[in-house]
């Protein structure tokens, strides 16, 4: 779809939220989305009898409908079989898998691979199993820092299905995983030396669950309805840490009340304690479980993944507290939009969170004055597509209260920047559909209620 130039403001206001999010529309184009806008361009020639044609069915696509962003090497691997879930949001007619060797430390030996539908914990469908393979071999070796997708595997999918992904890893190899929340299992592992257990119908008593997702880093499947996918590249915030719930799950809920042919996979590529950029002398928690900045993993994340329409970034909250000035942030979202526009895609950016001090970090009265320049850049510099002003969703401006630059206690986790089950409601509910190009969505129930302060003014500026 074509972006119209410069959409006026669009204001919003959710049922637990104060303010509004705002959305200014680019002149960002390509061909093929001017195409589906204006159609082919007019030839002048004499206009005849229209003919009687037949529609051809759409041809199908490949859509990322489910991702975990790889974030660190940790463990070893040797011999072992590890077994991981993946909760698609969108179905399809067949899928494939990536399976990422990013943090290894040597080849990634893999002696077969199967796919079936999750029946819970570590048990699959054994009747739907299916094996999967990689350049028409049921073995592969991926290098060091690298990338694989098996071959189509022909297993329809519906969207909410659980697939039980199997690889059996014959050789020794750092764990590349994505270490985050919850103590919920989304996947087993095997102890080393246990062999090939990728045909199994349950590991019990053999396999250790763990919340760590480990290889395994998105699913594709082929489509002939729905749109494009939508990348979310973010920090804790949005990995739901500290939280029961993430927004881009709910918002994905929010999605799923539309028809399904119209439904697309909103793809969650958070990292914890992950920073947008890292700067010279700014020390971050990249090689230790933070992951690479957001500006050199959006290719990996999100531009090369499978039928991307959007890429939606929520980061810079770390850089700051790492010690970063706004201006150091500000250009990695520069480089961030020319990634993405060069890509032919739109960018979205969600305004940084109100930060307090809590007891384990110290935010300073600096810190607060360089997230506020951020965010008004954000709000202000027209460099984006799209913009929701997440800060302003979840500010204490609700109930009587009116301290914008604090977070409403009741969507606090307690550790004044990440927002708890509640928060991420909020935040998935106070989501204009139309700065994601998605028609109008219902929203779901509240956890709690908010009601805005009166005379408490904090709303977007005005461009």
């Not at 069915?57 to 090497?73: C, Y």
């Not at 028809?259 to 928690?285: F, K, M, Y």
């Not at 969703?393 to 927002?419: E, I, K, R």
Request: glycine fraction near 10%; charged fraction near 10%; proline fraction near 8%.
């Amino acid at each position: 779809m074509s972006r119209p130039v410069r959409l006026a403001l669009l204001v919003v206001v959710a049922v637990v939220a104060a303010a509004a999010v705002y959305l200014t529309r680019q002149q960002t184009s390509t061909p093929a989305r001017d195409a589906a806008r204006t159609g082919p361009a007019s030839t002048g020639a004499t206009t005849v009898a229209p003919t009687t044609t037949t529609t051809a069915a759409p041809a199908p696509v490949w859509r990322t409908v489910w991702g975990s962003t790889m974030a660190w090497g940790y463990g070893q691997v040797d011999n072992a079989t590890v077994r991981e879930l993946a909760t698609v949001a969108t179905g399809g007619s067949q899928i494939r898998f990536r399976v990422s060797n990013y943090f290894g430390d040597a080849p990634l030996q893999i002696g077969a691979a199967t796919v079936a539908p999750s029946t819970g914990g570590s048990a699959i469908s054994a009747a739907s199993l299916h094996p999967a393979t990689f350049n028409g071999s049921s073995t592969t070796t991926i290098p060091k820092g690298a990338v694989a997708y098996s071959d189509p595997v022909a297993l329809p999918v519906q969207a909410g299905e659980t697939l039980a992904i199997s690889l059996w890893i014959t050789g020794a190899d750092l764990v590349t995983l994505h270490p985050c929340c919850g103590t919920a299992p989304h996947g087993w592992f095997t102890p080393n030396g246990r062999g090939n257990s990728t045909t199994a119908a349950s590991l019990s008593g053999t396999g250790i669950g763990s919340p760590w997702p480990r290889f395994v880093d998105a699913v594709d499947a082929l489509q002939t309805t729905g749109g494009g996918s939508i990348v979310v590249v973010g920090d804790s915030i949005t990995d739901g840490f500290n939280s029961t719930a993430r927004w881009t799950d709910i918002l994905q809920k929010r999605i799923d009340a539309l028809p399904a042919r119209e439904r697309r996979a909103v793809v969650n590529e958070a990292i914890t304690a992950n920073a947008l950029t890292s700067p010279p002398g700014v020390h971050t928690d990249a090689l230790t479980g933070g992951g690479p900045p957001g500006v050199s993993r959006l290719k990996r994340d999100a531009l090369s993944q499978a039928g991307v329409s959007e890429v939606v970034m929520l980061l810079g909250t770390n850089d700051l507290w790492f010690g970063a000035t706004a201006a150091q942030v500000i250009a990695g979202y520069q480089q961030a939009v020319a990634q993405v526009h060069a890509a032919g895609l739109p960018i979205v950016a969600m305004t940084l969170l109100p930060r307090m001090t809590d007891k384990d970090e110290y935010w300073s009265p600096a810190d607060q004055a360089n997230l506020e320049t951020v965010d008004h850049w954000i709000r202000t510099s027209g460099a984006f597509n799209a913009v929701i002003d997440t800060a302003r969703v979840v500010a204490a401006v609700y109930n009587g209260q009116c301290s914008p630059h604090t977070m409403f206690a009741p969507f606090d986790s307690g550790d004044h920047l990440h927002p708890d089950a509640a928060g991420q409601t909020a935040i998935a509910n106070f989501i204009n559909p139309a700065a994601l190009g998605l028609p109008p969505l219902p929203t779901v129930p509240p956890l709690v209620a908010a009601t805005p302060t009166p005379g408490c003014a904090y709303a977007p500026a005005v461009r």
